[in-house]
């Protein structure tokens, strides 16, 4: 699954997906400007064409497409158009950054390895949507983010870091998200970091950091050292 020229090409290509704000895709736009990203963002990709991160993406002369899934008849072959798209940006890793489309085999089995998305919840918990009311609901002392390979499983890929934040009493889902949100800032260009420098790679068995396997919730970010504990 993992792909050994991942290790090997002298510059990795990073290509990321999106759906709407495009936050987490700013961070990484800004870690590249300041040296900070181990590979060039090649490409911006949305499915949908009023997503206000593709403007910011062309904002920073970012080169952007649009592959407008409501021009499909079939979820694959909206897929296959998008892998298409990836594919001629020769990618290294594909950020999904807030990409709200649920992917099938024709698209995930073609970049399997290099797929990684960011997920806000302690996941194996609370796969899929509304995360934050569901941990509130469920009485949660904490809830977080996840950064995590992509499987055809949903939300269920091998876990590669985990950040988690207290949930006070008062808060919503809407102050909830804020506080997931600048974790998920965090986190995601470090693991990012970690499969474009080869120290983590997905295999069989799971996500694996520095040759060991990792837990069912990836490592566990450490806010102080702003790294894997
Ligand atoms: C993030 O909370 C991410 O975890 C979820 O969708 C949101 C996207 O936000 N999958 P942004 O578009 O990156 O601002």
New binding site residues.
Partial sequence: MASQSTATKPVKNVVIL??????????FLEASRQGMLDGTIVRVISNRPDA??IDTAKRRGIATAVIDHKTFDTREAFDAALAAEVASADPDVVV?????RILTPVFIDRFLGKLV????SLLPKYAGLNTHQRAIDAGDAEAG?TVHYVTNELDGGPAILQARVKIDDLDTAETL?SK??EV?HRIFPEAVNWHLQGRVLHAELGAYLDGELLPPGGASWDPCSASSA
């Fill in positions: 999106i759906s709407g704000r495009g936050s987490n895709m700013e961070v206000q991160g999904l950054a807030g990409f709200m998305n960011i997920h806000p983010a998200a997931v949100l998920e």
